[in-house]
């Protein structure tokens, strides 16, 4: 049974830091990974996709890297603002009798202080 | 803003109402899906239509009861509910389950429920 697991649960950093986000997975048998992010109450948004022949992807500030061998991937947010304050979710796409599934970490609650 | 819209923002129904959640998207994609979210807790499947047929029902009750009339809109029907149903209803697009490989997943802002 695929399982993800993100670490921290909760973060709290001062405005202006680089800081990363760690999501892990049990089952490399993955066909993408997905970060989304969510504003309370909120949906998800779409942060990045990377499939799983990639090792990065990159948006803005934004840069996920994904090791599938090992089961991890990564999100980096550079030169942080409090608007990226928000819970953060990371998803591999997995095949679950023969059906494609998103299966979600906790999430990480980050907080940007000004 | 976000390309699948969802109706309405909250709901508040008693556990005997009949009430529905509706989700709407223009973007072509020919799979819906159908997540429950708790608080502080990630997202659940509950369903997934492709091709305006069901694909996957994540052995959900009966008093939650899916339609997607069309390719644009996908419905999900509520009666009797129960107070442990409160959650946040996600309804999610892509473009096909066989061409959603490596195509994300898009979000509506989902609908605040309350059962009292």
Redesign the interface.
């Known amino acids: 049974k695929q399982e993800v697991t993100q670490i921290p649960a909760a973060l709290s950093v001062p405005e202006g830091e680089n800081l990363v986000l760690n999501c892990s997975f049990t089952d490399s048998a993955i066909?993408?990974l997905?970060w989304?992010r969510q504003d309370p109450?909120?949906?998800?948004?779409?942060l990045l996709?990377i499939?799983s022949s990639q090792r990065e992807q990159t948006s803005g500030r934004l840069n996920a890297s994904l090791d599938k061998s090992s089961g991890r991937s990564t999100l980096y947010i550079a030169a942080s603002q409090p608007g990226d304050s928000a819970t953060y979710?990371c998803?591999v796409?997995v095949i679950i009798q023969g059906?494609?599934?998103?299966v979600?970490?906790?999430?990480t609650r980050l907080t940007i202080n000004p | 803003d976000t390309e699948v819209t969802q109706t309405p923002k909250h709901l508040v129904m008693g556990m005997t109402n009949k009430k529905s959640l509706k989700c709407e998207q223009h973007m072509g994609h020919r799979a819906m899906y159908w997540y429950k979210q708790k608080a502080k807790k990630p997202p659940e499947l509950m369903f997934v239509y492709s091709y305006e047929k069901l694909s996957i029902n994540e052995s959900v009750p009966s008093r939650f009861s899916p339609e997607c009339p069309n390719s644009s809109l996908l419905n999900l029907h509520l009666h009797a509910l129960q107070p442990e149903d409160s959650a946040l209803y996600l309804c999610a697009s892509s473009p096909t389950l066989a061409n959603s490989y490596n195509s994300p997943l898009h979000f509506g802002n989902g609908t605040r429920l309350t059962v009292t």
């Open positions: 066909y993408n997905q989304f109450g909120k949906g998800l948004t779409s996709l499939q979710l998803a796409k059906a494609q599934k998103l979600f970490g906790q999430g």
